[in-house]
């Protein structure tokens, strides 16, 4: 069966530091991939997706990135972290070609003081 | 650009009261609708989509493409109905391959 792994769990960063949340699937290939971030009263937002190695696709203009360094790997990062990166992150996973179930993982608390 | 739209931050509700969550969408042309349920300490994960026409857990949402709405029911709320809810929209007929998710609905259902 398909598993879904992200971590950490929580994270307390200082404003200006870098940030790296990893995320691994198992049990699957050629996943399409997620970045979602949760914020207070602005639900899911989709920040990055990769539909293969290499091929990032950005939702909005930010302070962030992600890449794909392998198929089931997928990595969001700063270089220096704003307050308003403050969040809940979300990674997700979907079936190749079936962008209509995500399957997500438990997610990073993400505090940047 | 796709938008979803959840007017309700929170409903709260008594068991066995009707139970209608709110969902309105911006996109003409043919979009693809579903409702995504996050339980307390568990992760989020699909509830149903409006082409499967189905019954999950006593819930049914229906497309209104005239009203741009796929409203969330269920006839008589359950406490375990307790949930974070959220909308979600895929556009058919563009290569974007993600879904773009509402600002979400807190159910609260008191005994």
């Known amino acids: 069966s398909q598993t879904i792994h992200q971590w950490p769990a929580t994270l307390v960063q200082p404003v200006g530091s870098p940030l790296s949340l990893e995320c691994t699937v198992e049990?699957?290939?050629?996943?399409?991939l997620y970045w979602y971030r949760q914020a207070a009263g602005r639900g899911l937002q989709l920040l990055f997706y990769s539909v293969g190695i290499g091929q990032i696709s950005s939702e909005v203009p930010q302070n962030l990135s992600a890449s794909r360094p392998q198929d089931r790997q997928f990595i969001l990062s700063s270089k220096k972290l704003l307050l308003s990166d403050s969040g809940f992150y979300l990674c997700?996973?979907?079936?190749?070609?079936?962008?209509?179930?995500?399957?997500f993982g438990q997610g990073t608390r993400l505090t940047v003081v | 650009a796709q938008r979803v739209t959840q007017p309700e931050k929170l409903l709260s509700v008594f068991k066995g009261a009707p139970v209608e969550l709110k969902c309105n969408y911006s996109y003409s042309g043919s979009p693809e609708l579903f409702w995504y349920v996050q339980y307390s300490r568990q992760r989020l994960q699909l509830l149903l989509r409006?082409?499967s026409r189905e019954s999950i857990k006593g819930f049914t949402a229906d497309l209104n493409k005239g009203e741009t709405s796929f409203h969330l029911k269920k006839p008589f709320a359950q406490e375990e109905d307790s949930a974070m809810y959220y909308c979600a929209l895929r556009i058919v007929d563009t290569g974007r391959r993600a879904l773009t998710f509402g600002s979400g609905t807190r159910l609260q259902v008191q005994p």
């Open positions: 409006h082409i």
């Open positions: 997700a996973w979907g079936r190749t070609g079936d962008v209509t179930e995500a399957f």
């Open positions: 049990g699957t290939s050629n996943p399409n």
